[in-house]
Every structure is written in C-alpha cells, then in structure tokens.
C-alpha cells in the first residue's frame, strides 16, 4: 500500500470514529456510539409501527410491501449496517452458547407442524429442510435445490461412507435421511431441542421407507446448551443453526469436545458481509428471538480450540429463491393452514408470517446477493 492510500485508510478510519450512524459501530467513539443507538431507537421505531400496523390489517398491495424492502434494504446493508444492529447483544457475545431457546421453540419451531411441514416441503426423500436451498445450479425446484444443497455440503465436508456423524440441530432430520439414503455405512446422531420435530423424526424412525429407521440414525432431543456426548465423532456438522447461537466462543468449545483429532466440523449458517453482525426487532420479537446474523468473519475471528481452513460465501439470491418458494407453499395452504391453532387468531399469524416471508425474499435478494447470503466454514482442531 502507497503512503497516499495509508492516509486515506486512516482518514476514513477516523472519519467512520467520529461520525454516527455510518460504518461499523463497533469502531464509534463514545459520543458516536451513542448518537448511532439513538437512530436506531428511532429505526425500531419505525420498522416496528410499519411491521405492526400490517399485522393489524393495514391493507398493502405484496408489491408496494416488496418495493418498500426493495428500495431500504440496499441503503442499510451498503451504507448504514451500523443500524441494522437493533440491540446491544447483536454486537456481544452472550451468557449461554444458545440463547432465548425456550422462546424461540414456543414461537417458532414448536409451532404446528402440519404448518411449518408444508410451507418447508416434505416429501418421501426431502422432509421439511428449514435452510437455503442451492439455485445457482440449475435446480427447478424446491426439493431440487435442497438435494444440491445436501450434495455441495457432502462435497466440502468430505463424507465418506462408514463416518460417525453428528447434526447439531437437525432439525426434521432431512440433512441425515439424505445422506444415510447415499452412505449405506454412515451413521448419525442428530441433536435438536423442538419437541414437535423430535416427534416427527420418531414418526420416521418407526417408517421402513425412512432411512432414518436403518438403526443408523440416533435422536437426541434436548438443549444445545446442555449437549454431551459419550463418543466423539468423525464429521459434525450444523446447518442453519449459529443465528440461534449468541456465544460462538463456547459453543466451539463444546463442539471440540466431541470431535475426533482428526475430525472435521462443518458449520452453514445465514451471514452478513457488512462490518458487524445485523439482527431486526421485528424478528426478534415475531419470528426468531435473540436470532443474530453473524458478520462474514465472525466465525474465522474465533480460532481457538477450532480453526476455520475453508471458508465460502453462497450468494443471497439462492435464500431469496428459497424463501419465495415457501412463500407460494404458505399462500398455497391457507385453506388448511387456517384450521391449525397458533394460539393468535389466524388472521393475524398469516400477515405475521407474509410479513416476514415477503422481506426475507427481498432481504437475501438486495445488493445482488453479494452482501447478505449463507456463510460455510469447515473447521478442524487447532
Ligand atoms: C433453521 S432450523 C435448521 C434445521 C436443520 N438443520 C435444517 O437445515 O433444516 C434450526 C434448528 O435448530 C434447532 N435449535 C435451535 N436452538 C436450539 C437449541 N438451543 N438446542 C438444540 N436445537 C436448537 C431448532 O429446533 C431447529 O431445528
């Protein structure tokens, strides 16, 4: 680097210091620090009385809500992420590894299952798959782009047939089926805390077309925070878990203990490339809560009893394309969706949802995908 593009870099730095609202909050001086959380109040404010007024039936043609998220999104990701941190522990390590679980399975994914499987997807091989299907190579559909994604995580993983494989949060145990169906000797623990999609992969382990009742696979219901294992395993991997996950830190930790020396950890989760991690209020409060979006280096920034060898950037447009196809399977199901008791009326649970469903589509879509995407991160013992 020149000496001119040294001071400008330092320029820049100190600019991004003393400016709020701008850039990384985590490098503001104490007054702009404070001047930043102040906007953001004000952001929360906003974000939550629009949010709030289309849950309580404010009517909003899914174009004018699309290209309201369409024109804000690009804005905040490309010029004001520090914004897009609503609270402090977005920012911070937390107490827990996982944090705010029960909450999250009440409102999320303990919710009805007849719900949440239909507008995922459950079919004879691919059961409801609740993480970014992969587009980008030509998938036609659904179930399609979630095969390619299970066979591009086998790939950078390495599975090899007769590996001990364990899937930490495994949600309906469509990771495991799929790659038991491909491995006749593999076997795999998966852990998850839902008590509705433990019931569900019980369901599986009982059905002799499930490869999840081969004697292969092993169920653990119950918290991540509270995991233990007696052996260790070859491969672990985790798909769409760490945005639940507020202590990286002590969760690797954890997830070292059960590793063997030579063993491989693959983790895939939602992530940023803005400068620091990002969350919303209204997810935390309606769909996901404590869910944060670690920023891009989150995880190689943690090299401590693992390190990160391999890292890759899957482009947002492959979650946008997902997430409109559970869009169009949730607009498809109203009929018997409306049936299911979500403890609300169901009026209000649907634009709850279309809300969410309708910006995570423009979400991963802005800034062509290239800013808010998934993260994958293999990690050995260091
Ligand atoms: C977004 S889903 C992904 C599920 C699955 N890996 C997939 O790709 O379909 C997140 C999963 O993590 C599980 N989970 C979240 N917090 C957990 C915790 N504290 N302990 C165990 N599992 C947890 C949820 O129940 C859910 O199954």
């Known amino acids: 680097m020149t000496s001119v593009s040294v001071e400008s870099k330092i320029k820049k730095e100190n600019f991004q210091h003393y400016i709020p609202v701008i850039g990384d909050i985590h490098d503001k001086s104490p007054l702009a620090y404070q001047a930043t959380c102040g906007v953001v109040n004000v952001v929360n404010s906003v974000q939550m009385a629009v949010a709030e007024a289309y849950i309580n039936g404010l009517e909003v043609p899914d174009p004018v809500l699309r290209s309201l998220f369409d024109t804000c999104m690009p804005v905040f990701f490309k010029?004001?992420?520090?914004?897009?941190?609503?609270?402090?522990?977005?920012?911070?390590?937390?107490?827990?590894?996982?944090?705010?679980?029960?909450?999250?399975?009440k409102i999320q994914y303990d919710l009805p299952q007849g719900m949440l499987n239909r507008m995922l997807g459950d079919r004879s091989l691919i059961y409801p798959k609740y993480s970014m299907g992969?587009?980008?190579?030509?998938?036609?559909?659904?179930?399609?782009?979630?095969m390619q994604m299970i066979d591009d995580i086998i790939e950078k993983l390495d599975i090899q047939d007769g590996e001990n494989i364990l899937d930490f949060g495994c949600g309906w145990g469509c990771v495991p089926n799929y790659i038991l169906s491909k491995f006749p000797n593999v076997r795999f623990t998966g852990l998850n805390l839902s008590h509705e999609q433990c019931e569900y992969m019980r369901g599986k382990m009982k059905d002799p077309t499930s490869y999840l009742s081969s004697g292969r696979f092993t169920l653990v219901e119950g918290d991540l925070n509270e995991a233990h294992f007696e052996e260790k395993f070859d491969?672990?991997?985790?798909?769409?878990?760490?945005?639940?996950v507020g202590n990286m830190t002590?969760?690797?930790?954890?997830?070292?203990?059960?590793l063997k020396p030579e063993g491989k950890f693959f983790v895939h989760i939602i992530t940023v490339r803005t400068p620091n991690n990002i969350s919303s209020a209204y997810t935390h409060k309606y769909i996901f809560p404590h869910g944060r979006y670690w920023n891009f280096d989150a995880v190689p920034n943690r090299n401590k009893d693992l390190k990160t060898v391999k890292r890759w950037y899957l482009n947002g447009t492959n979650y946008s394309t997902t997430f409109a196809a559970w869009l169009q399977n949730f607009d498809d199901n109203q009929a018997y969706f409306g049936d299911l008791d979500y403890g609300i009326d169901f009026a209000k649970f649907r634009r709850i949802w279309r809300f969410y469903l309708i910006w995570f589509v423009s979400n991963f879509a802005s800034c062509d995908g290239e800013i808010n995407g998934n993260g994958q991160f293999l990690l050995v013992h260091s």
Do not use: N, R
């Not at 998938?139 to 782009?145: G, K």
């Not at 491969?235 to 639940?244: A, D, E, S």
């Open 79 to 105: 010029h004001f992420p520090s914004l897009l941190a609503p609270y402090e522990w977005v920012l911070q390590e937390t107490e827990d590894a996982a944090e705010g679980a029960k909450d999250l399975m």
């Open 134 to 146: 992969l587009w980008e190579k030509g998938a036609e559909t659904l179930e399609q782009s979630q």
């Open 235 to 244: 491969k672990i991997l985790t798909v769409g878990v760490f945005c639940h």
């Open 250 to 258: 002590k969760a690797f930790s954890k997830i070292a203990t059960f």
